[in-house]
Protein backbone atom coordinates (compact mmCIF):
# COMPACT_ATOMS: atom_id res chain seq x y z
CA UNK A 1 0.00 0.00 0.00
CA UNK A 2 1.18 3.39 -0.84
CA UNK A 3 0.26 6.12 1.20
CA UNK A 4 0.07 9.78 -0.68
CA UNK A 5 -0.56 12.86 1.11
CA UNK A 6 -1.33 16.60 -0.30
CA UNK A 7 -1.08 19.51 1.02
CA UNK A 8 -0.41 23.52 -0.23
CA UNK A 9 -4.29 24.27 -0.70
CA UNK A 10 -6.06 27.08 -0.06
CA UNK A 11 -7.82 30.24 -0.55
CA UNK A 12 -6.12 32.28 -3.18
CA UNK A 13 -7.38 35.44 -5.39
CA UNK A 14 -7.86 35.53 -8.78
CA UNK A 15 -4.67 36.11 -10.72
CA UNK A 16 -2.38 33.87 -7.75
CA UNK A 17 -0.41 31.56 -7.48
CA UNK A 18 -0.62 28.24 -5.30
CA UNK A 19 2.02 25.44 -5.10
CA UNK A 20 0.53 22.25 -4.13
CA UNK A 21 2.84 18.87 -2.98
CA UNK A 22 2.22 15.31 -2.62
CA UNK A 23 4.32 13.07 -1.00
CA UNK A 24 4.40 9.48 -0.89
CA UNK A 25 5.06 6.97 1.59
CA UNK A 26 4.54 3.18 2.35
CA UNK A 27 5.94 2.28 -0.95
CA UNK A 28 7.71 3.94 -4.14
CA UNK A 29 6.70 6.40 -7.12
CA UNK A 30 10.03 6.87 -8.78
CA UNK A 31 8.81 3.96 -11.18
CA UNK A 32 5.05 5.20 -12.09
CA UNK A 33 3.59 8.38 -13.79
CA UNK A 34 1.86 10.98 -11.66
CA UNK A 35 -1.49 12.59 -11.84
CA UNK A 36 -3.00 15.44 -10.46
CA UNK A 37 -6.81 15.41 -10.38
CA UNK A 38 -9.04 17.96 -9.50
CA UNK A 39 -13.31 17.61 -9.02
CA UNK A 40 -15.57 20.52 -8.33
CA UNK A 41 -19.55 19.91 -6.85
CA UNK A 42 -21.29 18.79 -9.74
CA UNK A 43 -18.48 18.13 -11.93
CA UNK A 44 -16.68 14.82 -12.94
CA UNK A 45 -13.39 14.77 -11.81
CA UNK A 46 -10.44 15.60 -14.26
CA UNK A 47 -6.69 15.28 -15.18
CA UNK A 48 -5.28 18.71 -15.07
CA UNK A 49 -1.74 17.40 -15.20
CA UNK A 50 0.52 14.59 -15.34
CA UNK A 51 4.10 13.76 -15.10
CA UNK A 52 6.09 10.41 -17.23
CA UNK A 53 8.27 8.53 -14.39
CA UNK A 54 11.68 10.53 -15.42
CA UNK A 55 10.01 13.72 -14.96
CA UNK A 56 11.24 13.95 -18.88
CA UNK A 57 7.58 14.39 -20.52
CA UNK A 58 4.29 16.14 -19.24
CA UNK A 59 0.59 16.67 -19.89
CA UNK A 60 -1.29 19.31 -19.66
CA UNK A 61 -5.41 19.82 -19.79
CA UNK A 62 -6.03 22.42 -21.89
CA UNK A 63 -7.74 24.82 -19.92
CA UNK A 64 -4.13 25.03 -17.87
CA UNK A 65 -1.72 25.20 -20.28
CA UNK A 66 0.98 28.16 -19.19
CA UNK A 67 -0.67 28.51 -15.97
CA UNK A 68 0.18 25.05 -13.93
CA UNK A 69 3.56 22.93 -13.82
CA UNK A 70 3.81 19.44 -12.76
CA UNK A 71 7.49 18.40 -11.76
CA UNK A 72 8.62 15.87 -9.58
CA UNK A 73 12.07 14.61 -7.55
CA UNK A 74 12.17 10.94 -7.27
CA UNK A 75 14.73 10.56 -4.43
CA UNK A 76 12.31 12.48 -2.44
CA UNK A 77 9.16 10.48 -3.28
CA UNK A 78 7.19 13.61 -4.50
CA UNK A 79 5.30 15.58 -6.88
CA UNK A 80 4.03 18.95 -6.99
CA UNK A 81 1.54 21.36 -9.09
CA UNK A 82 2.75 25.19 -9.36
CA UNK A 83 -0.31 26.90 -10.18
CA UNK A 84 -0.04 30.34 -11.04
CA UNK A 85 -2.81 32.55 -12.70
CA UNK A 86 -5.61 31.34 -10.75
CA UNK A 87 -9.00 32.02 -11.82
CA UNK A 88 -12.46 31.28 -9.78
CA UNK A 89 -13.28 28.52 -12.20
CA UNK A 90 -9.88 26.37 -10.72
CA UNK A 91 -11.78 26.13 -7.80
CA UNK A 92 -11.70 22.30 -6.79
CA UNK A 93 -10.38 19.72 -4.14
CA UNK A 94 -7.20 18.40 -6.23
CA UNK A 95 -5.97 14.88 -5.83
CA UNK A 96 -2.56 13.31 -6.66
CA UNK A 97 -2.53 9.77 -7.88
CA UNK A 98 0.18 7.52 -9.15
CA UNK A 99 -0.18 5.73 -12.17
CA UNK A 100 0.54 1.75 -13.09
CA UNK A 101 1.90 3.02 -15.95
CA UNK A 102 5.38 4.68 -16.56
CA UNK A 103 3.91 6.37 -19.80
CA UNK A 104 1.49 9.49 -20.30
CA UNK A 105 -0.19 7.28 -22.88
CA UNK A 106 -3.73 7.01 -20.23
CA UNK A 107 -3.01 9.81 -18.02
CA UNK A 108 -6.31 11.31 -18.77
CA UNK A 109 -8.07 8.32 -17.52
CA UNK A 110 -8.81 7.77 -13.68
CA UNK A 111 -8.43 3.96 -14.06
CA UNK A 112 -4.64 4.31 -14.99
CA UNK A 113 -4.35 5.45 -11.44
CA UNK A 114 -3.91 2.96 -8.16
CA UNK A 115 -3.23 5.12 -5.70
CA UNK A 116 -4.88 8.37 -4.08
CA UNK A 117 -4.46 10.81 -1.87
CA UNK A 118 -7.17 12.31 0.01
CA UNK A 119 -7.50 15.66 -1.56
CA UNK A 120 -6.75 19.31 -0.97
CA UNK A 121 -9.00 21.93 -1.07
CA UNK A 122 -8.83 25.38 -3.77
CA UNK A 123 -10.38 27.55 -3.60
CA UNK A 124 -10.37 30.95 -5.78
CA UNK A 125 -12.19 34.36 -5.15
CA UNK A 126 -12.86 36.89 -7.71
Known amino acids: QVHLAESGGGLVQAGGSLRLSCVASGGTISDNAMGWFRQAPGRERECVAA????????YYADGVKGRFTISRDNAKNTVWLQMDSLRPEDTAVYYC???????????????????WGQGTQVTVSS
Open 97 to 115: ARSRDRGLYSAESQSAYDY
Open 51 to 58: IHWTGGST
